[in-house]
């Protein structure tokens, strides 16, 4: 478990790619995630006025995530929250899967580098967009013999945040690894459902909040 | 074979110093923790602002907690030292 395993390399026009652990686990999610907004936007193709039941509950979910979202970011830059709730839900689902005794997605540096880059792009085409030169010119204050430390800073920003992201996951992997590997078989009934409980559901849960609301500060703090 | 198991050696007391940042890790946590629930009793009606602060207080706190374990998992798993002189007998 602390290796991700190589299941196959294609070899497409003399390039390489590997097909790992996590990537067929990252499609697993996908797969299951799609599926499930398939079936929310099948049911909810009776729309009603009044939420009911189902559409209640989806309702309350988005609205929760919508109103934590706008309250960081300010009204007039919470259209791109829609992104931020698929990063969450992402993250979260990927935590939990872990507690099917595979393999998380997060607890590989490619996966969370990935995310990290595109909050990162995010924030400077936000920046771009909304401030224009005044962004860049961010960069060159208060003298413009700061740039290179204004560079290494904001490039700091993704590294920190996949890493955060990373070592957690990771951790977790490796002390539910050590006590399969370690433990007696007696001892691993129902000692594990704990360790996974707070590993991977509790961490996970907090590592998700916190990715997406150091990833909107950053966003705003571009923005505005 | 002995510099090699030296070099081993070297490499897992320098991981267990480099989790030793954990102390002042959990210290700063703490110190956020009790300073946000010093201020949650003083101020009941602030507590949802105030406790999410406090997670991203606890998250950047956190940061070098997590290198120290990043550092501790490349010196044992993935030492380069030790490709290097593998490298160099051959």
Same mark, same amino acid.
């Given at each position: ?81 829609? /992104?931020?709730? %698929? ?5 979260? +689902?990927?935590? *939990?899967?872990?507690?099917? @005794? $595979? &393999?998380?997605?997060?607890?590989? /540096?490619?996966? %969370? ?5 595109? +909050?990162?792009? *995010?924030?400077?085409?936000? @920046? $771009? &967009? ?22 290494? @800073? ?71 | ?90």
């Amino acid at each position: 478990m602390l290796n991700v395993e190589n299941l196959r390399v294609l070899n497409l026009w003399g390039l390489e790619i590997w097909i790992t652990e996590t990537v067929v686990n990252t499609w697993i999610i996908m797969a299951v995630l799609i599926a499930l907004a398939l079936v929310v936007r099948i049911r909810l193709r009776r729309f009603k006025k009044i939420p009911r039941g189902f559409q209640n509950a989806v309702e309350a979910v988005i609205e929760t995530f919508d109103k934590f979202s706008s309250g960081t970011l300010g009204e007039k830059l919470s259209y791109i929250s829609p /992104w931020f709730f %698929t990063v969450f839900v992402f993250i979260l +689902s990927s935590a *939990l899967f872990s507690t099917f @005794g $595979l &393999r998380s997605p997060a607890a590989d /540096w490619t996966t %969370t580098f990935a995310m990290a880059f595109a +909050s990162f792009f *995010l924030m400077f085409f936000m @920046g $771009l &967009r909304h401030r224009k030169g005044a962004y860049l010119r961010s960069y060159f204050e208060p003298s413009p013999i700061f740039f290179p430390l204004n560079l290494v @800073g904001e490039l700091a920003k993704p590294i920190s945040l996949s890493f955060r992201l990373f070592g957690n996951m990771l951790s977790g992997t490796i002390i539910l690894t050590l006590y399969y590997g370690l433990m007696p078989l007696y001892a691993q009934i129902g000692i594990p459902a704990l360790l996974h409980a707070f590993f991977d559901i509790v961490f996970g849960a907090i590592q998700a909040y916190i990715f997406v609301i150091i990833s909107l500060m950053y966003v705003r703090g571009a923005a505005t | 074979m002995t510099e090699l198991a030296t070099i081993i050696s070297v490499a897992h007391i320098a991981a267990a110093i480099a989790l030793l940042n954990g102390i002042f890790t959990t210290f700063g946590q703490s110190k956020i923790a009790v300073q946000a629930i010093d201020s949650i009793a003083r101020q009941p009606e602030a507590a949802n602002d105030i406790r999410s602060a406090m997670f991203v207080g606890l998250a950047m706190a956190e940061t070098s907690g997590i290198y120290g374990l990043l550092i501790a998992i490349i010196m044992i798993f993935a030492n380069p030292l030790v490709s290097t002189f593998v490298d160099l007998l051959s």
